[in-house]
């Protein structure tokens, strides 16, 4: 890579027996940059999985010949004027990131004006340039349409890890003389979902919290990013288009969100939100009172995260694109459960099964497909047992 690539950094580093004008300084020298991708140890994009092309933007803070300071240096066609307008005034700049180090990551989610929606990953970029000092903050984000958005079943955390996988470590510090649509690997659920008990525990809570679809400042002390991806799997897609959010970002009016997520920060983000419309939530110490509208659909994620089937969840949730009311989820839930029990039901349980679920009860195109697995299921075992009865004398 050539010292003068628009994706190295200059670095600070203290390198004993390093030849220097003064003897005390430090040498410096140029390090690769390493993308949210590296940071995060994310594994690569998996094999054979579908591909979307979607336009894209970088918002950072750059010297050239026009000026200094945070703004888009790069920008496709398709991202119109009105909303690369709304981008600039909405993206976080110096020193916005909750984390100050060179390995902090963010992520943030919201619906543009134009009813597209745009989802981005936010790092450091070496050191800022001005006399501000500190790390330089980079955004690189991408805008969808809801038809692209629901290929990731309106999950914006699995869009801002194949942003990640996308860029890698070719982040964009000069203005481009070129610059290209980018292209998205579409992950499903078992490629995104990667949770250790505690995360898991912390993403419930915040699962639950956004069934009820109002503005809290929530911080954990796990991993925010993976939080809030698990989280996102236990929500219906029709409840994630709505979950405008930021992820490691400090709290900033201008940036007007239905969710705030920070790791613990010894009670910054709490005071910061105060006289603003939202609650505070610490999820690591947080017991949400279950909704009794949603009580069965709830014991029903539940109970698969327990034995280790939170994908066949976030499955089902990314199907969920159009309003679900709870008497639905609640429905799904039950014809979940009676699909994983019918091959040990008897002649009257499955006769009890045949008349519960009859006929849907919407339109949803989820519900249908599942009603008619669930009936191929139950002529398979009505079959099953007139061969194990024993024949009249």
């Not at 610059?179 to 990667?194: E, G, I, N, Y």
Request: net charge positive; with cysteine.
């Amino acid at each position: 890579m050539s010292p003068k690539s628009p994706y190295l950094r200059t670095v600070s580093i203290n390198r004993p027996g390093a030849a220097v004008a003064n003897p005390g300084t430090t040498a410096t020298v140029a390090a690769p940059v390493r993308g949210p991708a590296s940071i995060l140890g994310l594994s690569p994009e998996p094999q054979g999985c579908e591909k979307i092309t979607v336009e894209h933007a970088v918002f950072t803070s750059i010297r050239s010949h026009t000026g200094e300071g945070y703004r888009l240096i790069a920008a496709t066609p398709g991202i119109r004027q009105d909303e690369r307008a709304e981008i600039t005034r909405r993206c976080p700049s110096h020193g916005s990131l909750c984390d100050d180090s060179a390995n902090a990551v963010g992520m943030s989610f919201f619906t543009l004006t134009s009813e597209r929606h745009l989802i981005a990953i936010h790092c450091h970029a070496g050191v800022e340039h001005t006399a501000r000092g500190g790390q330089r903050v980079y955004t690189h984000l991408v805008v969808l349409d809801n038809a692209q958005f629901a290929q990731f079943g309106n999950d914006a955390g699995r869009v801002a890890f194949a942003i990640a996988r996308a860029i890698g470590d070719a982040l964009v510090l000069k203005t481009p003389t070129r610059f290209d649509s980018l292209t998205l690997a579409v992950t499903t659920p078992a490629d995104a979902v990667r949770a250790d008990k505690t995360t898991a525990e912390s993403a419930r809570n915040l699962a639950i919290y956004l069934l009820n679809n109002q503005s809290r400042a929530f911080t954990t002390a796990n991993d925010s990013l993976q939080t809030l991806s698990a989280a996102l799997s236990q929500t219906p897609a029709f409840i994630r288009a709505r979950a405008a959010c930021t992820v490691g970002l400090k709290f900033s009016p201008s940036r007007p969100m239905r969710f705030i997520l920070a790791p613990k920060d010894g009670g910054e983000l709490a005071r910061n939100v105060r006289g603003h419309e939202y609650e505070f939530v610490d999820l690591s110490t947080a017991t949400p009172q279950v909704p009794q509208t949603f009580a069965a659909w709830i014991d029903f994620v539940d109970r698969r995260i327990k034995t280790g089937r939170l994908n066949e969840v976030a499955a089902l949730n990314d199907e969920l694109t159009t309003h679900c009311p709870a008497e639905l989820l609640n429905r799904f839930a039950e014809m979940c459960d009676a699909m994983n029990c019918v091959d040990r039901l008897d002649a009257e349980g499955l006769e009890k099964a045949r008349t519960r679920f009859a006929q849907p009860v919407s339109q949803s195109p989820a519900e249908a497909k599942r009603l008619m697995a669930l009936h191929v299921a139950m002529d398979r075992r009505a079959t099953a047992l007139k061969k194990d009865k024993p024949a009249t004398p």
